[in-house]
Nanobody, 127 residues
Framework: QVQLVESGGGLVQAGGSLRLSCAASGLTFSTYASGWFRQAPGKEREPVAAISRSGGSTVYADSVKGRFTISRDNTKNTAYLQIHSLKPEDTAVYYC????????????????????WGQGTQVTVSA
């Protein structure tokens, strides 16, 4: 049974930092590309960042470039999202996702491309 479990969310002040983790089990993590998405209240889910299965290729939404860093440790079956300079508009539930990927360098920013999803972790940024 495949599971993706996010952690690391919480309540932080604007300007603060968080590191989100996504622990994967039940799959060969190194053969899956990963992505982070978020959904704010009343808004549609949006992509935040994605990383190839090897970790060598990454992509970011324009709204988070320079503040968010996606990474992964395939030896720990875990993906990460480091967030700096948090803003109130970053408040959302953050989800990680995994997609079976044949190539080592592909990354995916469309939610419909992904095979598995976590349950989400809440990030709340106070002004």
């Amino acid at each position: 049974q495949v599971q993706l479990v996010e952690s690391g969310g919480g309540l932080v002040q604007a300007g603060g930092s968080l590191r989100l983790s996504c622990a994967a089990s039940g799959l060969t993590f190194s053969t899956y590309a990963s992505g982070w998405f978020r959904q704010a209240p009343g808004k549609e889910r949006e992509p935040v960042a994605a990383i190839s299965r090897s970790g060598g290729s990454t992509v970011y939404a324009d709204s988070v470039k320079g503040r968010f860093t996606i990474s992964r440790d395939n030896t720990k079956n875990t993906a990460y999202l480091q967030i700096h300079s948090l803003k109130p508009e970053d408040t959302a539930v953050y989800y990680c996702a995994a997609k079976r990927a044949l190539g080592t360098s592909g990354y995916y920013m469309r939610g419909q491309d992904y095979d598995y999803w976590g349950q989400g972790t809440q990030v709340t940024v106070s002004a």
